[in-house]
């Protein structure tokens, strides 16, 4: 039987540009594995505008993926193609999934400019026209010289895209967009509008040759890479019967099943359930619900509901399809969407995505790691516990014991194909507290110890299979099995 799969999301927002990444995630391979991690998603590896200074987020060219002299370099932030390749190879060996992070809504960094004629638009709201269609001078041709055809001779002009950020006539940036974009078909309105607005060259999924192109990559980029599945950046931006086609037709080109994880960035869990009802629950989605009630609760310092901890996210919606997390690049400090769970409430958070047995739970670099560039940390040693957790002990039968604003708890009572397997998590955001919690009357006798040693005191599990658990104020103690000393009985 398979353990419980765990992702990481393998970089954060500040990334070195040293070339460095691909190589680190090799060598950390045997490691991570060791750890419980079971798929990594790594960023994206194709060349951008910025060179080897882009984080692979304004797309040039989707088939450099560090091999071609362009932008400055032939190395991308992360390294070359061929350290990329080496990376998933290692990874995958050491029995880790490879998701790439792919950008497919636009474009940047093109290689001559176009004249066409589109209307301008308020940045702040693209749905509202600010004058008459005009000639602009629009970055929409991309040739890409330095590949010199070389994989795909397909050159994007201004017919496979909806709209763009600059005028070189004018040498104006704003919001131009071309005949029927200004109707906004196919995106979905979100609580940010800033977030909502495009960057660069703006795709046209409508075209039948931006699809065929897009599809050829795809097959293209799993025959060379061999990934195991995509994470798709910015979903929501992109309409849902293209992932749908998209993803049917790739699977079926490739005979391959490429999880796939979407970003749709709203805190609504509505947005969320209904986009999945559009692309036939093709893709899973990140809880970005769940990782709002994280971000408030640490906030509150003691004044949120746990009861209501899990209220309106996506996990305690639709489980199977929820990817879960607690931060991510978007969120981290300085990032657009800058919502930093408080370290405080930290492990609480991925006690409670990593040890439950909903949703499927990805661990962030930066919270793994640190971000060097904000000065933290991170908490790789609390994260190596509560993975190995989820690895070893977090299985069987569950219960429990939201029954308390400050003090919540839970079981898992374990199984027979995990030796020894079975915990308890009692975690508190205030005053802390005990609980009476059943673990399974198979531990009737046995001694349980808090393994993040945040209580100090063992407990006895009775005769009906139940424990007196206890935490300390504003933290989390999970506890498991003790084994008895040597000589001991």
């Known amino acids: 039987m398979i353990y419980n799969g765990l992702m990481m999301q393998y970089f954060e927002g500040h990334q070195k540009s040293d070339g460095s990444l691909w190589n680190m995630a090799a060598e950390e391979a045997k490691r991570l594995a060791a750890s419980g991690v079971t798929s990594v998603w790594l960023p994206p590896a194709f060349k951008g505008a910025e060179g080897i200074e882009d984080s692979g987020y304004s797309v040039y060219d989707l088939y450099d993926l560090g091999e071609f002299d362009q932008k400055g370099s032939v190395s991308t932030k992360y390294g070359t193609k061929d350290e990329y390749i080496k990376a998933i190879k290692t990874l995958q060996k050491n029995k880790i999934n490879v998701y790439a992070d792919v950008v497919l809504n636009r474009k940047l960094g093109a290689d001559y400019v176009e004249t066409v004629t589109a209307a301008e638009f308020n940045e702040s709201n693209r749905y509202q026209m600010i004058g008459e269609d005009k000639v602009i001078g629009a970055w929409t041709g991309f040739s890409f010289p330095g590949r010199k055809g070389k994989y795909s001779d397909f050159v994007w002009n201004w017919k496979h895209f909806k709209g763009i950020d600059w005028d070189q006539n004018t040498l104006k940036q704003s919001l131009f967009k071309e005949g029927e ?281 009775d005769d009906d299979g139940c424990g007196e658990f206890y935490v300390n104020r504003c933290g989390v103690s999970v506890w498991v099995h003790k084994e008895p000393k040597a000589g001991v009985k």
């Open 181 to 461: 974009a200004a109707s906004g078909e196919g995106k979905n309105k979100t609580e940010n509008d800033a977030y909502d607005y495009f960057m660069g060259a703006d795709v046209d999924f409508s075209s039948k040759e931006v699809f065929d192109e897009l599809v050829r990559w795809a097959v293209w980029y799993i025959k060379t890479t061999n990934v195991d599945g995509f994470r798709l950046d910015d979903v929501k931006n992109i309409p849902s019967g293209f992932h749908r086609e998209f993803l049917t037709k790739v699977r079926e080109l490739t005979g391959r099943e490429l999880f796939t994880a979407g970003a749709y960035w709203n805190g609504d869990v509505r947005e969320l359930t209904s986009y999945l009802g559009e692309i036939n629950s093709e893709a899973s989605l990140f809880d970005v619900p769940l990782h709002y009630n994280f971000f408030h609760c640490s906030e509150a310092h003691g004044a949120y509901d746990l009861r209501r901890i899990f209220d309106n996210s996506l996990v305690s919606k639709n489980p199977l399809k929820a990817v879960t997390f607690v931060d991510n690049h978007d969120s981290q400090p300085g990032q657009i969407m800058e919502s930093f769970v408080e370290e405080w409430f930290k492990p609480l958070a991925y006690a409670l995505i990593l040890l439950r047995r909903e949703g499927y739970p990805c661990v962030f670099y930066g919270d793994y790691y640190g971000i060097a560039e904000d000065k933290y940390k991170g908490g790789k040693n609390v994260l190596d516990k509560l993975m190995k957790l989820r690895k070893t002990k977090a299985y069987g039968e569950q219960h429990d014991y939201f029954d308390d604003p400050d003090c919540i708890g839970w079981t898992r009572e374990g199984d027979e194909d995990h030796k020894d397997s079975g915990l308890a998590v009692i975690m508190s955001d205030g005053r802390g507290g005990t609980k009476r919690m059943y673990i399974g009357r198979k531990f009737a006798g046995q001694h349980f110890s808090d393994i993040l040693g945040n209580a100090k005191y063992n407990i006895k599990i």
